[in-house]
């Protein structure tokens, strides 16, 4: 059985909206020895500070296991968020962690410095603690709804989200993905199970969006089809979903290099994911204050590596399955890789 570490929560956590194209079949290249990558837009904090708050009532609802209408009516009748989620003091706990997979989806799909991100994790966090102490609160009122924004933020974690509601080992269900397998079959759960869950944020999202008159009752009934759609599709696709965040006429040869620089500088965040205690901003602040790697994440050296061997390793399995690199370009990545990582953890430790 898994460790009960709350990597996703099943909730909308901050709709990040891409500007690109979303691809919900696997990905294809053309067949050229030139590879190609995919370049990350910049980061838009204001952007998902904006979003996170707008949503923060529906991630409430979410991370404290209450309907949404419930949680209206407490703010509706004077409550402050904390008070109508039932939490109090815990709700700040439960969204601080949201918060942090907020981020670190953010890391994966932006490009930006570990000091652009962090201080995104602290604007989030700082927004929300004074939020949740506003007496009816209420500005999470929808002026107007981006389906296509919340579908693709739902599809972008689809496989995260998936791997997050197995019962098996999170590296268990990521080598599934990576021999060919689909998230259904990876995951293992029963088909109308993980669409449910799967598609059970954004159908929250679609209720707000229609009682708060942004959207009719047709509209919502036409969305939430589509997203069950996309969702059916994502978890029966062989290898899990893949969702392309790119900039218009951007593109380049694919650099092995810069993708392990790029995860180098994010293996903290890369850490907190396989800790049982820590999450990324209390890893690194543990971490600066000369306490070891080994007395924080609960897991043996062998294990971690092993772990992040297999994280790092999608990305390169990726790039060789859609022939952007050759056999030994593959092999000679994975031994980088995999001696960077030993390295780290060993100046860690």
């Known amino acids: 059985m898994k460790r009960n570490k709350q990597l996703m929560v099943g909730v909308l956590s901050a709709a990040l909206l891409f500007n690109g194209t979303m691809a919900l079949t696997p990905s294809a290249f ?3 020895d030139d590879a190609v990558v995919i370049v990350k837009a910049p980061l838009d904090s204001n952007k ?7 949503l923060i009532v529906v991630n409430t609802s979410g991370v404290a296991s209450k309907d949404l209408s419930d949680v209206l009516d407490g703010l509706a009748a004077g409550q ?5 989620s039932g939490l109090d003091g815990n709700l700040s706990t439960e969204l601080f962690k949201l918060a942090d997979q907020t981020v670190a989806n953010a890391a994966s799909n932006y490009s930006g410095n570990s000091d652009e991100f962090d201080n995104l994790s602290k604007e989030i966090k700082n927004k ?31 496989n995260s989200a ?10 268990d269900v990521i080598d599934r993905l990576q021999n060919g397998a689909t998230l259904l079959q990876a995951t293992r759960l029963d088909s109308t199970e993980l669409i449910n869950r799967l598609q059970h944020p954004i159908v929250q ?15 919502a009934s036409k969305y939430k089809e589509e997203a069950l759609q996309a969702i059916r599709t994502g978890i029966e696709t062989p290898g899990g979903i893949t969702v392309k965040v790119e900039q218009a006429g951007s593109g380049s040869g694919f650099d092995g290099a810069a993708l392990l620089k790029k ?17 990324a901003i209390e890893l690194k602040d543990a971490l600066n204050s000369g306490v070891k790697l080994f007395q924080t994440s609960g897991l043996s050296s062998s294990e971690l590596i092993a772990n992040l061997k297999g994280l790092w ?13 050759s056999d030994k370009q593959k092999e000679e990545l994975l031994n980088q890789a995999s001696n960077d990582i030993q390295s780290a953890i060993n100046s860690l430790n």
Request: glycine share 6%; charged share 25%; hydrophobic share 35%.
């Open 162 to 171: 998936a791997t997050s509601l197995s019962e098996d080992e999170n590296i």
């Open 313 to 325: 390793g999608k990305d390169i399995e990726e790039a060789y399955q859609n022939g952007q690199i």
């Open 80 to 84: 402050t968020l904390s008070q109508a």
């Open 263 to 279: 995860r180098g500088e994010s293996l903290i965040q890369d850490i907190s994911l396989f800790t049982a205690e820590y999450d």
């Open 205 to 219: 999202l679609l209720e707000q969006a229609e009682t708060n008159g942004a959207i009719s009752s047709e509209q």
């Open 48 to 54: 998902i500070l904006t979003d996170w708050v707008r």
């Open 30 to 32: 053309a067949d050229d």
């Open 128 to 158: 929300t603690t004074e939020i949740l102490s506003i007496p009816g609160y209420n500005g999470n009122n929808l002026k107007s709804f981006d389906f296509k924004a919340v579908l693709q933020d739902r599809m972008s974690s689809l």
